[in-house]
């Protein structure tokens, strides 16, 4: 687009920026895969959503520093991060944009993107009209309501569920997943957040079930967390402006 392009678009369009991450997942799948599912959701859901959505362009960079004894993965400083998303959203904000939304696709990035929206909404606290809102794809839509036979209940990391949706996106970027050994979630202290690393977790840097992985639950699991993300974008869309209730 060019800026009188964007200019020329209601105030209240929503702006969707995605957020992603570029990390280790595992033995059996690339360092950029958070990045490639996300940009694939929003393909799907650009696509269905129509024109009165705006997307903005998918930030690979994501808070990651719990996968960095893992080679090849980047992550910015969490202050820095939490900076770079206000940035963003702030941006938008003095264009004269009103609803705006995190779409987030790495688990690192779901207590940053919370917090930035608290923060910014204390910070213009005049301003009524503001949605600023932060999801992450996998919370929009249950995929074992679609099939039976998902081992896994919820999203893991480089388990079950990314490497069944990278086996259909990218399946030249995935690797032996079916001799990879099952790594359980654990129940870490449930009445608390623990702070962890991923050595904490996994030795092989996966969590969950990649052998139970297919290109069929991939896609199962794909037009699921789409359907949920363009749920979620109509309602942003159709808010009534002023309201607790969307």
Not at 118 to 147: C, H, I, M
Not at 222 to 238: E, I, K, Q, S, Y
Request: net charge negative; with cysteine; charged share 20%.
């Amino acid at each position: 687009m060019k800026w009188p392009e964007v200019k020329a678009l209601s105030p209240d369009t929503p702006v969707v920026f995605p957020v992603a991450a570029h990390e280790q997942h595992g033995h059996h799948m690339p360092l950029h895969t958070d990045s490639l599912l996300l940009g694939e959701i929003v393909r799907r859901a650009e696509e269905r959503v129509g024109g009165d959505i705006l997307f903005a362009p998918l930030q690979w960079l994501g808070n990651s520093h719990h996968h960095m004894d893992f080679p090849g993965t980047l992550s910015a400083e969490p202050r820095t991060y939490l900076d770079l998303l206000t940035s963003n959203l702030d941006n938008f904000i003095q264009h004269g944009f009103k609803r705006l939304i995190l779409l987030n696709g790495h688990g690192g990035n779901m207590v940053p993107g919370s917090q930035v929206v608290f923060e910014l909404r204390q910070k213009l606290r005049d301003r009524s009209d503001l949605l600023l809102l932060s999801t992450t794809y996998w919370d929009n839509g249950d995929p074992t309501n679609a099939r039976d036979d998902f081992v896994q209940t919820q999203m893991g990391h480089a388990g079950e569920w990314e490497t069944s949706m990278m086996l259909v996106i990218r399946p030249d970027l995935v690797g032996d997943h079916e001799t990879a050994p099952e790594v359980p979630f654990g129940d870490a202290f449930p009445t608390a957040t623990r702070g962890w690393i991923m050595p904490d977790r996994s030795e092989p840097g996966h969590i969950g079930t990649p052998a139970a992985a297919s290109a069929e639950k991939g896609e199962a699991l794909l037009n699921c967390f789409t359907d949920g993300v363009c749920d979620f974008l109509n309602r942003v869309r159709d808010w009534d402006g002023q309201s607790w209730e969307g």
